[in-house]
């Protein structure tokens, strides 16, 4: 069974502050793929980043950053000096070799001026 | 079109009415996919394609959910005899292949938003 917990419902800061999403799932396959996503109001999943179980470079993406660690089973984002512009909802996911992606329930993110 | 288009974008529909919702996938992508979004319960996968053939349809709710893919581009998902409990957000994906591979995005639509009353 594939699970993804996100335990951070919801996550309120103020603007510029640094804010990471926590992201821990469970496989038992040893070939799996994570992704983030970010659904804004207008409901659209934008994908933001894809990661491969032999992969555990972290990653950073201008303000956004990755932090893979199969040790703890972790997938964490982490977005600096956020902006009004990056509250939305956030997801992780989880894939095996199939098909389908497995989401958690998502971080909701205010970000207030 | 440049993105997943899906469509209507909202739709109301008294319980017990059919529904079709229809999503055009990005062109060339030969994997395309539907989930649900349910407030509280999150992403829930029902079903998907690899080009016409849906070979694994246990993700759908009920008997009363379908859907079928044309010319490997255009799929409806059709939802008869409406429940409230159908009520939802149903968003549309579509990547390359189907495996997430490297190089196999999965891109979403917008979603339509169904509401029964």
């Known amino acids: 069974a594939q699970k993804v917990t996100q335990a951070q419902t919801e996550i309120s800061v103020v603007e510029k502050e640094d804010v990471t999403l926590d992201c821990v799932y469970e496989t038992r396959d040893t070939t799996y793929y994570l992704f983030w996503y970010k659904q804004p109001p207008s409901g659209e999943l934008v994908f933001l980043i894809r990661?491969?179980?032999?992969?555990?470079q972290n990653e950073i993406s201008g303000r956004y950053s990755w932090n893979f660690q199969k040790s703890t089973s972790s997938f964490n984002f982490t977005i600096t000096a956020s902006q009004v512009v990056d509250s939305a909802v956030y997801f992780c996911a989880l894939a095996d070799s199939g098909y389908a992606l497995n989401f958690g329930k998502g971080t909701s993110l205010l970000v207030t001026p | 079109g440049a993105g997943v288009s899906q469509s209507p974008s909202n739709k109301v529909t008294e319980k017990g009415k059919d529904v079709e919702l229809r999503c055009d996938p990005i062109s060339g992508h030969t994997a395309l996919y539907w989930y649900r979004q349910s407030l509280g319960q999150g992403l829930e996968f029902l079903i998907y394609?690899?080009?016409?053939?849906?070979?694994?349809k246990s993700g759908l709710p009920s008997d009363r959910f379908s859907a079928e893919r044309t010319g490997g581009s255009v799929s409806t998902l059709t939802i008869q005899r409406t429940q409230q409990e159908d009520s939802a957000v149903y968003l549309c994906a579509s990547s390359l292949e189907m495996t997430a591979g490297p190089g196999n995005t999965i891109y979403f639509g917008e979603g339509s938003w169904l509401t029964v009353v």
């Open positions: 394609f690899q080009g016409n053939s849906a070979p694994d």
């Open positions: 990661r491969n179980s032999f992969d555990e």
